[in-house]
């Protein structure tokens, strides 16, 4: 994936001191990047069945769209608060620095249906496990979580055991 990471642009200090930016704009707008990733990201999950993609917002509804579409299934938003215009169920999360919230329709996933996760980045993975636990709460199955990069050394990964997690590209610091 060393080719998909030249395309991605790193900024320090931001959004503070002391943190390194991954940016995927600059992947975002190469063609043939873009492509990649997302066929790279379909790749992993061809001959599994998935009814439904649930894109977190917002860089979540940048990939998760794309994916739906490769892979036969339909695409649910995983939204902000007060965004959705019909009956919602919600999920509030802690975050190293403050609480969350988090809530998509409840008529957006049926009973049994397999639900693939996605978005741009597992960083602490408390919004990927409040998504999954909201997605359970409807009766979907989370069949697994799929992200463009993940940052390995905050070890994310372990807040969404027995599922079947999948990063392009990883950043280990």
């Known amino acids: ?83 959705l215009p019909s009956k919602t169920a919600k999920i509030s999360y802690a975050l190293e620095y403050g609480t969350d919230s988090m809530e998509v329709h409840e008529d957006a996933v049926e009973k049994g249906q397999r639900v693939l996760l996605c978005d741009d980045l597992l960083a602490t993975g408390g919004t990927a496990a409040a998504a999954v636990e909201l997605i359970r709460s409807l009766g979907g199955v989370v069949e697994g979580a799929a992200f463009a990069v993940e940052l390995t050394f905050l070890n994310g990964r372990a807040k969404l055991p027995g599922i079947d997690v999948f990063s392009l590209m990883q950043y280990a610091k």
Do not use: Q, S, W
Request: aromatic share 10%; charged share 25%; net charge positive.
């Open 1 to 83: 994936m060393e080719d998909l990471k030249k395309l991605i642009r790193e900024i320090p200090d931001y959004p503070k001191p002391g943190i390194l930016f991954y940016d995927i704009t600059t992947l975002l707008k190469h063609k043939k990047g873009f492509h990649a990733m997302i066929d790279r990201l379909c790749g992993h999950y061809e001959g599994h069945t998935i009814d439904l993609v649930a894109g977190i917002e917002a860089r979540g509804f940048i990939f998760a769209p794309a994916l739906a579409y490769r892979l036969n299934a339909g695409f649910v938003p995983v939204r902000k608060p007060n965004k």
